[in-house]
């Protein structure tokens, strides 16, 4: 005779036995989602940071390799000492990635959403002044103003790579979602390493 016999009867006891293995298989189940939604959602994040990185590092190796800053003061020097000289700017796109995910930008951690969010509102300050230097009419304000405002578009350039490295470096820390860097790679364009 078994110890509950006397309170339940067998088939009671059967299905007691029966709905906590049913409970206990439900908590199983849904930590087990928990787990790997949590591993799902960390990938996203990495993936996330990892393509942000690139896209800024890119950006930020041509600006350096150009010596945006040398290259700029040399032209504004033209600009005011060559009669009707002014550069063709061309076009800027280098954010076709942040584009692409700015609506999953809430996956990422704070620290790294705050100086990419910077870093990109800069990148779209300098295609609004790209806009004003197109349609700039150097006969009517003259070389010097035309070279101000090639020298505030470059110094907007030299912050953007300054805010850059601000953002490489708050991914580098949060890149594997504990604070810290999951690995290195060196970046020869810059000296600084990567995810």
């Known amino acids: 005779m078994a110890p509950l016999d006397d309170i339940l009867s067998p088939q009671a006891q059967q299905a007691v036995i029966a709905g906590v293995f049913l409970a206990a298989g439900w908590w ?3 930590w087990q989602n928990r787990r790997r939604d949590d591993r799902l959602r960390a990938e996203r994040v990495r993936d ?11 950006y930020l190796a041509v600006l350096q390799r150009d010596d945006v800053a040398a290259y700029g003061a040399r032209i504004a020097e033209r600009i005011t000492s060559e009669p009707g000289y002014f550069p063709v700017i061309p076009s800027e796109k ?5 584009n692409a995910i700015v609506g999953e930008i809430h996956v ?3 620290d790294t959403v705050d100086p990419v969010v910077l870093y990109y509102s800069q990148l779209n300050a300098i295609v609004a002044m790209i806009a004003d230097l197109r349609t700039l009419d150097l006969a009517r304000i003259g070389p010097e103003r035309a070279a101000s405002m090639y020298r505030d578009y470059i110094a907007m350039k030299v912050e953007a790579m300054e805010m850059g490295h601000s953002a490489l470096d708050a991914i580098r820390r949060n890149i594997d979602g504990r604070g810290t860097a999951a690995r290195s ?3 020869p364009a810059s000296g600084r390493s990567g995810p």
């Open 28 to 30: 199983v189940v849904a």
């Open 48 to 58: 996330v940071q990892r393509a942000l990185f690139a896209e800024i590092r890119a």
């Open 94 to 98: 280098n954010d076709a990635i942040f």
């Open 108 to 110: 990422l951690p704070r």
């Open 185 to 187: 790679v060196s970046n």
